[in-house]
């Protein structure tokens, strides 16, 4: 019996030291992938940051102004960006009041109450949601959501370009990605929390919101943050409908410009190389990069923090 057992070590020794030549053309191929997106990344922060840096060395500008500052005018050497933010966080607000909980009863609909057939239409639809261009987004919300806005509060309240219907426009854009990832969240819930829930009397709604809520708030939570990070660094939609000017308000039914819009609109004109307006727009960049990797961090803390393991 020993015998047979050191022959069967010995053959699974040799197995392990046999060369495998396609694991380690795949395992080559995996950290070249890797250690290209990490240097893709670093490339793109040096590159902000130098043109950025040059910005910030300008006589002309000042830290505390740009970051307390409630007036954008290069050309008068106001560089406040409190008006490009302030747009941003608004229509980014209106986004998340749509997107979360539609996402959120949508993803506990396709988890505890849909019929495969039922899941299998429903989630075709919203990954065509999620395949429209932005474009097409922009001038829907430019077309149709503000008129319709416009009926209904008057065309005195709204104007035509305004933060409101980009903001809801910009929610439906994220729905589908954040009830793909709440739903995924969901569902990575053990069924044996629901079985037990059900065996103490509790009903298929008590048990969605009271058991298998809380059992994947880790991943809601993450969920919800990367559909913030989306909202803020969408482009095409607040370029189109919200506006093309700075616009220090609070009233999401006046025009205003978002830091990508803006981004957008600058770039497209005439600006010199190395001029203070060319590098403003790295500066900006620098500035949604450093919101959005703050967001990020955020939310793998929380997913540390609430993060449940189940044997």
């Known amino acids: 019996m020993s015998i047979r057992m050191i022959s069967r070590t010995n053959e699974a020794n040799s197995l392990l030291r046999r060369p495998r030549r396609g694991e380690f053309l795949i395992q080559g191929f995996l950290f070249f992938c890797g250690a290209f997106s990490i240097l893709t990344t670093l490339g793109i922060v040096y590159e902000l940051g ?19 500052g409630t007036k954008w005018q290069p050309q008068a050497g106001a560089f406040g960006i409190l008006p490009l933010l302030n747009s941003t966080i608004i229509t980014s ?23 495969p057939r039922a899941r299998n239409i429903l989630k075709p639809v919203l990954e065509i949601l999620a395949g429209i261009p932005t474009v097409v987004y922009g001038y829907f919300a430019l077309t149709f959501m503000t008129p319709l806005l416009r009926a209904i509060f008057g065309n005195d309240v709204v104007n035509i370009y305004n933060m409101a219907s980009g903001g809801l426009v910009m929610g439906i854009l994220i729905l589908p990605l954040i009830t ?14 629901r079985e037990a829930a059900y065996g103490l009397g509790a ?3 008590e048990t969605a919101v009271k058991v298998v809520l809380p059992a994947a708030i880790s991943g809601l939570a993450a969920a919800f943050v990367v559909g913030v990070s989306r909202a803020i660094g ?14 220090f308000t609070f009233n999401p039914f006046k025009g205003a410009e978002t830091m990508t819009g803006h981004i957008v609109r600058i770039s497209g ?4 190389y190395d001029s203070i ?5 790295f500066a900006i960049g620098l500035f949604l990069f450093v919101i959005t990797l703050g967001l990020n961090i955020i939310s793998q803390r929380i997913v540390r923090r609430f993060r449940e393991t189940y044997e």
């Open 203 to 205: 009903t298929k709604l």
């Open 234 to 247: 969408e482009t095409m939609i607040v370029a189109i409908a919200v506006g093309a000017g700075p616009n």
């Open 50 to 68: 130098k043109e950025a840096l040059l910005f910030f060395r300008d006589p002309a500008v000042d830290l505390l102004e740009f970051l307390t």
């Open 93 to 115: 607000l209106i986004a998340m009041l749509i997107a979360l909980p539609l996402g959120l009863a949508v993803a506990i609909y396709l988890s505890e109450y849909a019929t």
């Open 180 to 193: 793909s990832m709440s739903e995924d969240a969901l569902s990575a819930v053990p069924r044996a929390l």
């Open 277 to 281: 307006d060319y590098n403003s727009l």
């Open 269 to 272: 004109g005439d600006l010199s």
